[in-house]
């Protein structure tokens, strides 16, 4: 088990790696016996309805990573003109057999940290699927808090489809309201130690609701919540047909405009997106969404600007996609493959690349388990994202984005 370089505080007292991390575990504190509710009776009349999406606690809902990070370490960043972040989904190890595999990502994420800070990532936004099956907190120590105790950084996240579902015995009588746990150790009201840590410090997050923005120097994240169908996300009620609100959605399309008019008034920032469910996949198991996809794009037509890059889980395995959108190209990547379990592309899909409606699958999907690094560097004129997967067997990804004109200025492709 990797320790990081010196232990941090945040402006309010946030803890976030233990003083003398232990080493990995090899078994389960409380095994997980969840499989059982997936033929529950409440589940199987609810698995294909969308969960009611909690209202923020602030409107918008917003978070500074000023009031979150520590001062000096941001100062170093910010005096460095970069900053760098680490970026997966579906952590989550429900198995023994997924341990090891959950371990060797958050295992290396750490060693990332063991830099100076001001290059080192200064937190980890988590792309959904912390917990499975149902985010249990039951299960948080387990699958978040033990295989995270020695990264000493801030982590954020939006839910995963399994974060916000929920079972019951009865038809109509869930056990727990949807994302219950999750509310409780990513959007507290004030940071504190979790009862689901089980002893160790890492602090809950607050952050003002589960669809939020992360200003941070150089860079804002768009995190959405695509709610809990196993399939396509869902962010809307796309014209009547989910019984949510639009509310995201008009979010979504506000939140660009004020970082277009940002950047116009000189702020100089990368823009992300990050959502759960993604909008396309040759994944065997879940695929795309062309309704979500339809959705983001009305809000980018609304704001009059497009995101720089796309991050997704849900699907476990790492795959990368370039779109052009008004002559920028953007890419679209595909990271559920935080430990979970491996999932391989559908049958027949030919070599890449290859296009996929609108999208174009630049290499080949990689079935490992691995994470993202993406680093903007405002230390140029124009400004550059580059994205770096890295694989704990060793494959790699990379691209980079010139931030001024929108077009890919490099890309690793195999072969």
């Known amino acids: 088990m990797a320790t990081s370089v010196g232990k941090l505080n945040g402006p309010a007292g946030q803890l976030f790696a233990d003083p003398a991390p232990t080493p990995d575990e090899a078994s389960f504190q409380v095994d997980n016996d969840s499989d059982e509710y997936y033929n529950s009776v409440y589940f199987e009349q609810h698995k294909d309805q969308v969960q009611p999406v909690p209202s923020p606690r602030a409107t918008p809902p917003r978070l500074d990573l000023a009031s979150v990070l520590d001062a000096d370490v941001l100062a170093a960043v910010t005096a460095s003109g970069r900053i760098s972040f680490h970026a997966v989904g579906d952590t989550g190890a429900s198995e023994s057999s997924s341990i090891a595999r959950e371990a060797a990502v958050a295992d290396a994420m750490v060693e990332d940290l063991s830099v100076a800070p001001a290059s080192a990532p200064a937190f980890f936004f988590h792309l959904g699927d912390v917990v499975y099956n149902f985010g249990e907190g039951r299960y948080y120590y387990d699958q978040f808090y033990e295989p995270f105790r020695g990264y000493d950084r801030p982590i954020f996240a939006i839910p995963g489809n399994h974060d916000g579902m929920v079972f019951g015995n009865a038809s109509d009588t869930p056990n727990t309201e949807t994302l219950t746990a999750f509310l409780r150790n990513f959007c507290a009201a004030s940071p504190g130690p979790s009862p689901d840590a089980a002893g160790l410090v890492r602090s809950t997050m607050t952050q003002p609701g ?174 550059k994202l580059a994205i770096r997967w890295s694989g704990t067997r060793g494959s790699a990804d990379a691209v980079t984005v010139d931030l001024g004109s929108g077009r890919i200025a490099s890309q690793r492709i195999p072969g």
């Open 210 to 383: 589960v669809y939020f923005t992360l200003d941070a120097p150089f860079v804002s994240i768009v995190g959405l919540y695509t709610n809990v169908l196993h399939g396509p996300g869902v962010i809307s009620s796309q014209g009547g047909n989910y019984p949510i609100g639009d509310e995201q959605l008009q979010f979504l399309a506000s939140e660009l405009k004020r970082l277009k008019q940002q950047r116009a008034g000189g702020d100089r920032r990368a823009i992300i997106l990050a959502c759960h469910h993604p909008p396309v996949s040759v994944d065997a198991m879940h695929g795309g969404g062309t309704g979500l996809s339809r959705d983001l794009d009305t809000a980018f037509s609304e704001a009059g600007v497009v995101p720089d890059a796309v991050l997704s889980g849900h699907a476990h395995l790492y795959q990368r996609y370039t779109r052009v959108h008004d002559d920028r190209q953007i890419p679209y990547l595909v990271a559920g493959s935080g430990g979970f379990a491996a999932q391989p592309p559908q049958p027949g899909v030919p070599p890449a690349p290859v296009t996929v409606g609108d999208f174009t699958l630049v290499r080949d999907p990689i079935i490992e388990f691995g994470y993202l690094t993406l680093t903007v560097d405002m230390t140029t004129e124009s400004g």
